[in-house]
């Protein structure tokens, strides 16, 4: 398909399965080593400029949205036919239809520092954005919420005749402005759009996974703790010709990087840092 003579790009569900695989799965987590191989199998299997343009999606009008996919995490998102069943509300009587706690909204903005950071072209399903639910389809085609009305509560079941707890449906202010802080960062830097990309630290131990993407010598070093406690990073800098580092993910904090030293970061739970 992508050889020059039919696409362009396509939806890009392999690097949907290994995020799910990585950031969402609990039971069945892979290691950040693990998530290296199969990003470096996925960025292999296709031609270098492909997969600068490949659609880079979290959830669709074909699967469950993001939100329901963290709640509902090990549903085998990489064997559809499986994941089908499981993730639609007929088939699966213990879905859950809820928006989660602050822990699945940590994930969720983990989530979309990865997808608007890594190679490719991001996509937003709408109302991921804003913390929208749902099942798989036609579940997850639920209408847009918007932050100028007001909704009731959300009670109905997808099933029918069965009944679920109500939830308030509005928007999720604190969702959507994460994603317009890091949408913005990406547009403000090239190197998260054109750069070349390198794994710089996998700590299996840890649970932690960073990389560096560079653009006409421009760096961008993006460093994801995925573990559910603070970790201390040693970043090895050696070859790269930085004096100083910004934080743009975190109150443009600065770091000063003596010569071919490590730099130690302290990186939250669930969180980032993104250095420039």
């Not at 822990?103 to 890594?118: C, E, G, P, S, W």
Request: glycine share 4%; proline share 4%; hydrophobic share 35%.
């Amino acid at each position: 398909y992508l050889k020059g003579d039919e696409f362009d790009a396509f939806m890009n569900y392999p690097f949907t399965f290994t995020s799910a695989e990585f950031f969402i799965d609990r039971k069945n987590r892979i290691s950040p080593s693990e998530f290296d191989k199969r990003l470096e199998k996925l960025r292999n299997a296709y031609p270098k400029d492909i997969s600068y343009v490949m659609q880079n999606l979290l959830s669709s009008h074909d699967t469950a949205r993001l939100t329901s996919l963290i709640v509902n995490p090990d549903q085998n998102f990489r064997d559809y036919g499986e994941f089908s069943n499981r993730s639609r509300v007929g088939a699966n009587p213990d879905y859950r239809l809820d928006r989660g706690d602050n822990n699945d909204l940590a994930t969720h903005k983990l989530l979309v520092i990865f997808q608007m950071t890594y190679i490719g072209a991001p996509m937003i399903y709408y109302g991921d954005e804003v913390r929208m639910t749902g099942a798989n389809d036609p579940d997850c085609r639920k209408p847009m919420l918007w932050e100028e009305f007001n909704y009731e509560d959300e009670t109905a079941h997808p099933a029918g005749g069965r009944s679920r707890l109500p939830e308030k449906n509005k928007v999720n202010k604190e969702l959507l402005e994460h994603y317009k802080k890091l949408i913005k960062i990406r547009n403000d830097y090239p190197a998260l759009r054109r750069g070349s990309f390198k794994s710089v630290y996998i700590n299996n131990k840890q649970d932690v996974y960073g990389f560096v993407r560079e653009y006409k010598k421009e760096f961008i070093f993006v460093i994801m703790n995925n573990s559910s406690k603070h970790q201390e990073v040693k970043l090895d800098l050696a070859g790269y010709n930085v004096s100083s580092l910004i934080d743009v993910l975190n109150e443009n904090k600065r770091y000063s990087v003596a010569v071919s030293e490590s730099l130690k970061l302290s990186v939250k739970a669930r969180w980032a840092v993104i250095l420039t």
